[in-house]
């Protein structure tokens, strides 16, 4: 789809952003038609899905039901993935807004993680990377 978009330029010759623009209306097109109209054929299978299961028990509306139920599934699970690289798309672009406040937290972790000095057995303190490493 991109690179259709991207081709059907002027006589597919034509700047940058011309070109950019074409991919966007594209896309913003499949996305409105093809993930647009998720929650209404979420409802649409869930409306079928009740009617077989509602109809007399035979070969036929037990089938039809598994049809049906798969469907649900599979549309549910469309809408699920969407919201979740929405979410992810949102994170990326708005970024995390604490992160000077995790930075200091992380920092002071690891500040407060660091041994300083220890205590020998006769009582003395050693401070220096060696001696800590020795004892």
């Known amino acids: 789809m991109v690179e259709e978009a991207w081709s059907s330029g002027v006589d597919g010759v034509g700047n940058l952003s011309s070109h950019l ?12 038609n093809v993930l647009g109209g998720l929650e209404k054929w979420l409802k649409q299978a869930k409306r079928e899905l009740e009617r077989w299961r509602r109809a007399p028990i035979c070969d036929e509306s037990v089938g039809r039901e598994v049809v ?3 469907k649900v599934d599979q549309l549910e699970e469309q809408i699920d993935t969407y919201w979740r690289q929405r979410a ?8 995390d807004r604490n992160t000077s406040f995790f930075h200091n937290a992380c920092s002071e972790r690891k500040r407060r993680n660091g041994i300083g000095k220890l205590k020998k057995e006769d009582g003395s303190w050693v401070e220096g990377e060696e001696e800590k490493k020795a004892l």
Do not use: E, T
């Open 88 to 95: 992810h798309i949102n994170w990326l672009q708005f970024g």
């Open 21 to 32: 623009r074409g991919v966007a209306c594209s896309l913003k097109d499949w996305s409105s």
């Open 68 to 70: 049906w139920s798969f």
